[in-house]
């Protein structure tokens, strides 16, 4: 399959995540091959960004997003999935499009038989393959969402790093078979994001039914400082 040169994220990545709507993301693993329209994804402006991984700098969890473009940038979240971004802007920018929906259009099959799975061992895709028969699920909620989108892939933080435009890679990512017109682009605030939820930097197909179901970041709640009395001389604290 045709994949999309190196130069193609050698850009902002505002303004790459439009352009990639519609693009066919894969994974060619030893279980076999998932590609992926890709429908819904957020753009994250690494050291200028309150909402990105890469705002307070250089980590070992991050060094991806400060290296060259055109590879993925995998993290572990909630300490059970998996996201995928497509790391833009030459080095040491940092910024990155995170993947957020797809509609599966090669390897359903397999897809589906990793999101019924139990394993938590995402790092191999034979344990994935496990079926869980009492769940079934939708063919429109396969990739519906970064993390079930990483699942059906078969990604993990193994393949953090990857070079989507390498000849060789088990990741890539190649053009669209039809080229939206922008009027079928839609734009809006990110999802689960607590600092510069104002900037509308998702985008989506419009009307796609494998776009995500929007759920806007609840404002974090302060804690209550346990109340404390006056205390004693011989140290009894008083109410």
Request: overall charge positive; charged content about 25%.
């Amino acid at each position: 399959m045709n994949r999309l040169p190196r130069e193609f994220f050698d850009r902002s990545a505002t303004d790459v995540a439009p352009d990639v709507l519609g693009c066919l993301f894969w994974h060619h693993s030893p279980a076999g091959l998932v590609a992926a329209r890709l429908v819904e994804v957020e753009a994250y402006e690494g050291l200028a960004d309150p909402a990105s991984h890469a705002f307070r700098g250089h980590t070992a969890r991050n060094a991806v997003m400060f290296g060259a473009p055109g590879h993925a940038y995998v993290y572990f979240t909630y300490g059970m999935h998996f996201c995928v971004n497509l790391v833009c802007q030459p080095a040491g920018r940092a910024e990155a499009v995170l993947l957020r929906a797809a509609e599966i259009t090669h390897g359903t099959a397999l897809a589906s038989r990793r999101r019924r799975g139990r394993s938590a061992d995402l790092a191999s895709d034979l344990a994935m393959g496990g079926v869980d028969g009492s769940r079934e699920v939708r063919t429109i909620d396969l990739a519906r969402g970064p993390a079930r989108l990483c699942q059906a892939l078969g990604i993990d933080r193994a393949l953090d790093g990857a070079d989507v435009c390498g000849p060789d890679s088990p990741l890539g990512i190649g053009p669209p078979e039809i080229v939206l017109d922008r009027d079928m682009i839609c734009t809006g605030p990110r999802v689960g994001v607590s600092q510069a939820a104002d900037r509308p930097w998702r985008y989506w197909i419009a009307g796609d039914r494998h776009v995500s179901v929007f759920r806007p970041a609840k404002p974090r709640r302060a804690r209550q400082k346990p109340v404390s009395g006056s205390a004693a001389k011989d140290g009894t604290m008083h109410r």
